[in-house]
């Protein structure tokens, strides 16, 4: 009668979640105990996390995971790159900030009068994108430096809220991995980018595995709500790494496409990948668990999705995604396309206005309905998956059989099968809940109830439904995967 329970938690952007894990011997089953927003607050036109207020939802789903009866463990996982800055005391300076916020545009460039661009993806493996942490932290040092000079230490949001719950300042690998502030061979923090880019080096913390056991909840917050001190596990705090432990793969090469907010596609390997190639097509190398490294492209995702049905809804239309993928079925395929990485589609706003100006400047068909706008979004998503997949392979020089596809994203069967069509190859997507069974995983591994990746991959098989997608109609594909490169080669000429 083998029974343990662990609380994972999960940050997304349409909401945070505490899952309570029960695992038997053999399977993992997840029950929501509770789901709360983790909507950002702009103030005076800065994008803010709502800090305390998730914290407040932390106890709240430990006070609500009372009733299941004694908890082993809690691990965390977070969206990458974003942190909160502490004094002296321990207390935060600020409120942490959202990486959707403007105060990093522009700092690319400027890192790059620091450090030059070779050597800084020589050193991190990173691919440049503003929104990573050793933008915020520049732009902090340009904008506002008094307030890094306060500073004692710097913690990714997992590791401050592993913090607030024990009192314990680590840093995990895997979110470390994801700042560009992190040596991706040597597998720790860079001096050489952290003094180029002048952030003081005091601010950063010890650097553990994910998977480590850190220390039991404090004795003030078990008193305060009459719960045990359980153990509080770093999982992979980077939500996609997470999730990447629960891609159901027997082999070792393989093809993975985590679909949520963002779309993460990538192959699992033992050693980085840094070259010149890899430079050129901007692909990131970041820390796993198990000293696993992933070789993987941030695509940005479902967001276009989500940021349009938000839009619609502030113009009084209201869709659920079933509804806009049945309208999308029902259009007209392959009217036009878009880069979804062009730079114009990041920040929250009026996202099918900028589909319709991006066609228009690349004299294409513009797209009207709702239904229109996204089955340009899954059809242009589809093939910048292929795009994607394509440079990472001529990277690593190898062939892959099958993509498998975890996260919310593959509730869209429309995408699922798109994707395969586009990257002409077998798609198995699931489970849904990558991310959620991937921390719970590393938590039964860092307690010795599972033994390795391997065995945690084959429970999760076995716990989950797993459906397959086979390419269809791959002649048509083809032949407009050419158009979509055209277009998004020749948008590059016009901007
Ligand atoms: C996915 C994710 C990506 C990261 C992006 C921003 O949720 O963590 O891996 O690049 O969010 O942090």
């Known amino acids: 009668n083998f029974k343990k329970q662990v609380l994972a938690f999960d940050f997304g952007a349409s909401s945070g979640r505490a899952m309570l894990g029960v695992y038997d011997g053999t399977k993992i089953s997840i029950e929501e105990i509770h789901r709360f927003s983790n909507d950002p607050v702009i103030v005076g036109g800065t994008m803010y996390w709502d800090v305390l207020r998730q914290f407040f939802e932390i106890k709240q789903s430990l006070i609500k995971s009372k009733p299941f009866g004694k908890i082993d463990s809690i691990g965390i996982d977070t969206w990458g790159v974003d942190f909160a800055l502490l004094d002296e005391y321990g207390q935060l300076l600020e409120n942490p900030i959202h990486y959707r916020d403007g105060r990093t545009s522009g700092m690319l460039e400027k890192s790059f009068e620091k450090i030059s661009k070779e050597e800084f ?27 890094l000079e306060r500073a004692d230490v710097m913690l990714l949001m997992p590791d401050l809220f592993n913090y607030l719950l024990t009192g314990k300042k680590v840093t995990e690998n895997s979110i470390a991995s994801t700042t560009q502030l992190f040596d991706a061979k040597n597998r720790t923090w860079s001096d050489k980018v952290i003094n180029s880019l002048g952030i003081p080096k005091k601010l950063f913390t010890e650097i553990v595995p994910s998977g480590t056991i850190i220390g039991k909840i404090s004795e003030d917050i078990s008193e305060e709500l009459k719960i045990d001190m359980s153990d509080v596990i770093a ?261």
């Not at 993806?121 to 008094?146: C, P």
């Not at 919310?408 to 489970?431: D, F, H, R, W, Y």
């Not at 033994?451 to 989950?464: P, V």
Request: charged share 25%; aromatic share 10%; glycine share 6%.
């Open 235 to 495: 999982v992979a705090g980077h939500d996609t790494q997470s999730a990447l432990v629960s891609v159901p793969a027997m082999e070792d090469d393989f093809v993975f496409l985590s679909c949520g907010t963002w779309s993460l596609l990538g192959t699992e390997i033992d050693e980085p990948i840094i070259n010149e190639k890899s430079s050129y097509y901007n692909i990131t190398n970041e820390g796993g668990y198990g000293n696993k490294a992933s070789f993987l492209k941030n695509i940005i995702g479902l967001w276009l999705i989500q940021e349009s049905k938000r839009q619609w809804e502030r113009e009084g239309k209201t869709y659920s995604f079933s509804e806009l993928e049945e309208l999308a079925k029902s259009s007209k395929p392959f009217k036009c396309f878009i880069d979804p990485d062009d730079p114009v589609f990041v920040p929250a706003g009026n996202i099918p206005k900028r589909i319709r100006e991006y066609c228009i400047k690349t004299n294409q068909e513009v797209p009207k309905t709702e239904g229109e706008i996204v089955r340009c979004i899954n059809e242009s998503l589809a093939f910048k998956y292929r795009y994607s997949l394509e440079e990472i392979k001529d990277c690593t020089k190898k062939d892959y059989k099958a993509m498998y596809m975890v996260g919310g994203g593959i509730q869209s069967k429309l995408l699922c099968q798109m994707t395969a069509n586009a990257c002409n190859m077998e798609v198995s997507a699931g489970p849904v809940e990558a991310t959620v069974l991937g921390n719970i995983a590393i938590q039964l591994m860092a307690t010795n109830e599972i033994k390795d990746l391997k065995e945690a991959r084959k429970i999760i098989r076995n716990s989950q439904d797993i459906s397959h997608y086979y390419p269809t109609n791959v002649k048509v594909w083809n032949e407009k995967y050419e158009i979509f490169k055209e277009i998004i080669k020749s948008k590059e000429i016009v901007t």
């Open 121 to 147: 993806y020589d050193i991190t493996g990173n691919q440049f994108m503003e929104i990573n942490t050793a933008f915020q932290l520049l732009s902090l040092k340009e904008k506002r430096s008094h307030l």
